[in-house]
C-alpha cells in the first residue's frame, strides 16, 4: 500500500498527539453530518456490507472524527492507521483493540496491511483509509493528490469506496499548537462539517479489473480523490485549489 512512513521520532510525534486528542475529542467536538446539496434527502447511513470509506486529512482528530461520523451514519470502522500509533506506550494497545489495521512503509509490511484489510472487507466491514497517507502540507488545507492504495484495495475485493468530506477538523487539532487548541476548544467546541458521497465502483472505471494496468489504477485513484475534494468544496463553498489534489509537498 502505497503510504509514507514519517520515520520513528515523527511516528511516535503522531501516536503521541492521537493518543490526546483521542482522550478528548469526542467530548467537545461537534461532528455534523451536513444534508447533501442538490439531493432530495441527505444520506442517513452509509450503505451495509463491505464498504471502502475515503477521507480527507488536516487534523490529528481525523481518525476519532471519522470514527463518530461513521457511528453516526450506522457503521463501525476498522481504521488503517501508521505504524507508529502502535508503538506509542499505551495506545499501541487500544488500537490494537479497536481492531485498528497497521501499515508500515513498503514491502511485506504494506502487503500484510492490505490482506487484513481484504479480510475485514470479505467479513462485511467498513475500513477506512486517508488516501493521502498523511496530514496534508498545503497551506489552505486542500487535499493532496491520493496515493492508490484505496483503489487498488477496491479492485481487489469489489468494495465499493464512499467518499467522506470533513471540514473543521483542523479547527479542532491543527498541525501547530497542538495543546494550546485542545484546551481552548474544551471551552469552544468547534464544529467539524461532513458530507457524504454517493459509493463509486472502481471496477467500472478500468477496462478489465484483472488485468489493470499501472496507469488505470492512478487514473482512477484521480477520479476518486476528484469526487472527495468535489465534496471538501461544496462543503467549504470556494473553488478547490485542484480539482484532483494539490503536488505534495517534502516535509
Not at 491543527?174 to 467546541?189: A, C
Not at 487514473?219 to 463553498?237: P, Q, S, Y
Amino acid at each position: 500500500m502505497s503510504w509514507r512512513h514519517p520515520g520513528r521520532s515523527g511516528a511516535l510525534l503522531y501516536a503521541v498527539l492521537a493518543a490526546i486528542v483521542g482522550g478528548v475529542v469526542a467530548s467537545f467536538a461537534r461532528v455534523s453530518v451536513e444534508r447533501q446539496r442538490g439531493r432530495r434527502r441527505a444520506a442517513q447511513r452509509l450503505p451495509a456490507g463491505p464498504l471502502i470509506v475515503i477521507s480527507n486529512h488536516t487534523s490529528y482528530a481525523d481518525g476519532v472524527l471519522l470514527i463518530l461520523a461513521c457511528r453516526r451514519l450506522g457503521r463501525e470502522l476498522r481504521l488503517l492507521a501508521t505504524g507508529g500509533v502502535f508503538r506509542a506506550p499505551v495506545l499501541g494497545r487500544v488500537v490494537r483493540r479497536l481492531g485498528f489495521i497497521r501499515v508500515d512503509r513498503g514491502g511485506a509490511d504494506a502487503a500484510r496491511a492490505l490482506d487484513i484489510a481484504a479480510e475485514a472487507l470479505a467479513a462485511g466491514e467498513a475500513v477506512g483509509v486517508f488516501p493521502e497517507g498523511r496530514l496534508t502540507r498545503d497551506p489552505a488545507m486542500w487535499p493532496e493528490r491520493a496515493k492508490t492504495g484505496a483503489v487498488r484495495l477496491a479492485l481487489r475485493t469489489g468494495a465499493p469506496v464512499v467518499p467522506l468530506a470533513m471540514v473543521g477538523a483542523d479547527e479542532v487539532v491543527g498541525r501547530r499548537r497542538v495543546l494550546w487548541s485542545v484546551v481552548r476548544n474544551l471551552v469552544r467546541r468547534p464544529r467539524v462539517e461532513v458530507e457524504v458521497g454517493d459509493p463509486i465502483d472502481v471496477r467500472a472505471l478500468v477496462a478489465d479489473p484483472e488485468q489493470v494496468t499501472t496507469d488505470e489504477v492512478r487514473a482512477a485513484a484521480d477520479i476518486v480523490m476528484g469526487e472527495l475534494i468535489r465534496l471538501v468544496a461544496l462543503v467549504r463553498d470556494e473553488e478547490p485549489a485542484d480539482a484532483i489534489g494539490v503536488e505534495r509537498r517534502a516535509v
